[in-house]
């Protein structure tokens, strides 16, 4: 029985100065039936959020409006609901897990206050009841290990855990719906079987449907019961997922499961010269307690790690969520306080302060995570990617500025028209690229890129990937490439370093951590990245 019901959406926005408005979801129809998944897979911008968004209402109003459509939930329609009703809705019966968590969670607000909250809204139970609830809650989604940090703020957990505290937070009143927007994008490879495995037993003890939104086909093949695929706002092809994907009939269904990260690059000279040298390299985050704060011991983020990049070679840094991989980048670029030694071009940065670190920051970049958080929305695509030349080339004038805007965008492939754009304006891949061509104007030496491709579907993925193999090839580029992701690791690396609670469990090429791991650690990484959900596993494949 079908609990939810959508028939002939179409959502459409308003844009100041333009004569028409931009149609992002086109008379839409598809069902979502009781203990079932439903997945809605297409290109970034294809309008699969925007329809998630439009059952709870959440879009902008009015500038966002429904030329047509219904979205029948318990018999009635959820668009004539009033906003009294729909708050009953919300989190209650119907939640939602959003793709950004970062810029989902309240950074003003501790972990616990944010769980509790949906239960104090719609449960009106005690403090204590709550509590007890929200430890019950950091269990079932793997986060036990935070039972001790209930007052930790979001900026204070790694991607996988602010995924995980999302998670809780929705799962808190046992919904009949669960719309699961990109709930894995975040999550390391065996966490990302651990939660989808919760969700499913969840959705068995619950009843629960779930409308799934995902660029992972590996991640709908094991979930959904039923496969929307959307384009450019519309339903191309909807059919049970067996028969999607072993008789898939629109030709875009066949190019998305086809797209995966593929090839691998361009090997670096003999003589190239080394870039970045870590020895010993540590970040120790303390814990404090009692009434006079004291440290009584330390968080090891970083653990005595060693690492070498040469002039036009890729490192990938791969390991669970939390086992400091991101720490790491921080480090090396002097963002976070570390001991140890870092080399930059043979010259001992170690020592160095902000005001002697800020003439080599040009040549070291960064590509953060969640471009819609690092962009800010307040400026201009043409301001955020000029800012630094204006701080480290201050005699080029603004001509000459927009001169190089322009170049760079065309060369991450983007139209220099989009320069007086703001970002959000844009899909997720695009504001990758956004991300990219600010980084890339100051012709880095060094380019840090964390988890560059998490959020992006699997064919903008690929594009994305080509793009930063053809301009390490073009600018002889070293990057030390941070990612859950071992299909892109593998695409993209020469050398790959596995982490694990801040240490090193496995250091080499990328060759031999892919054909020959040597610790059980490494092998569970690749099980779960390359053989989720088949009968084989590493070991048998390795046999062959």
């Known amino acids: 029985m079908a609990i939810l019901d959508i028939r002939d959406l179409s959502v459409n926005f308003r844009i100041p100065n333009q004569l028409q408005d931009v149609e992002a979801v086109r008379t839409i129809s598809f069902k979502l039936e009781a203990g079932k998944t439903t997945a809605l897979v297409g290109e970034s911008g294809s309008g699969k959020s925007v329809t998630a968004l439009s059952v709870l209402q959440l879009l902008p109003y009015p500038t966002a409006y429904h030329p047509s459509g219904e979205i029948v939930f318990e018999k009635q329609n959820i668009r004539k609901m009033s906003k009294a009703k729909l708050r009953e809705v919300r989190g209650n019966k119907i939640s939602m897990i959003f793709q950004e968590p970062m810029t989902a969670l309240n950074p003003l607000h501790t972990i616990e206050k944010q769980i509790a909250e949906p239960l104090f809204l719609h449960k009106k139970i005690s403090e204590i009841e709550a509590r007890k609830r929200v ?20 900026h204070e957990l790694s991607g996988g855990q602010r995924q995980r505290v999302m998670i809780a937070m929705a799962l808190a009143n046992e919904p009949d719906i669960l719309i699961a927007d990109e709930p894995t994008t ?12 919760l969700l499913e037993n969840l959705q068995k003890k619950l009843g629960m449907a779930i409308l799934l939104i995902t660029h992972d086909l590996n991640v709908v093949k094991k979930m959904a019961d039923h496969v929307c695929v959307m384009r450019r706002g519309e339903i191309v092809e909807q059919a049970s997922t067996k028969e999607l994907f072993t008789n898939p009939k629109h030709k875009y269904t ?18 190239a010269p080394t870039i970045i040298k870590c020895e ?19 968080v090891r983020a970083v653990d005595n790690i060693d690492l070498e990049l040469k002039e036009g070679q890729t490192l990938g840094v791969v390991g669970e969520s939390g086992s400091g991989k ?12 570390a001991s140890g030694t870092i080399k930059f071009e043979n010259k001992d940065i170690s020592f160095l302060n902000s005001k002697e670190l800020r003439p080599l920051r040009a040549k070291m970049q960064l590509v953060f995570q969640d ?18 030349l204006k701080i480290h080339q201050k005699d080029l004038n603004s001509s000459k500025r927009d001169e190089m805007v322009v170049d760079i965008l065309k060369e991450v492939g983007l139209e220099p ?6 970002p959000h304006e844009f899909s997720g891949g695009q504001r990758q690229r956004i991300a990219i061509a600010r980084a890339m104007i100051l012709k880095p030496k060094l380019v840090i890129l964390d988890e560059p491709t998490s959020a992006l579907d699997v064919s903008v993925q ?19 490439f941070i990612s859950h992701d071992l299909r892109v690791v593998r695409a993209m690396s020469h050398n790959v370093l596995v982490m694990q609670r801040g240490k090193t469990v496995e250091y080499g090429s990328a060759e031999q951590i892919f054909s020959a791991p040597k610790t059980d650690y490494t092998k569970e990484l690749i099980n779960a990245a390359f053989f989720a959900g088949d009968d084989i596993k590493f070991k048998e494949v390795v046999a062959k």
Do not use: C, W
């Open 254 to 271: 066949k190019a998305l499961i086809s797209a995966e990260p593929k090839g691998s690059p361009k090997p670096p000279k003999s003589n």
């Open 186 to 197: 975040a999550l390391d490879v065996t966490v990302q079987l651990q939660i989808l495995e």
């Open 462 to 480: 690929a594009q994305i990937i080509g793009l930063l193999r053809e301009l390490q090839a073009k600018h002889n580029l070293s990057y030390i």
């Open 135 to 154: 430890l019950e809650l950091l269990d079932m989604v793997g986060l036990s290990m935070l039972k001790d940090r209930l007052k930790a703020y979001p």
């Open 371 to 388: 471009p819609y958080g690092a962009l800010s929305p307040r400026m201009s695509v043409r301001q955020i990617i000029e800012e630094g």
């Open 417 to 422: 028209e989009t320069r007086f754009r703001y």
């Open 280 to 298: 010993n390299m540590k970040v120790y985050f303390p814990i404090r307690a009692g009434l006079l704060r004291r440290t009584v011991d330390y």
């Open 326 to 337: 991101t720490t790491l980048g921080f480090a090396i670029l002097k963002l976070l306080k």
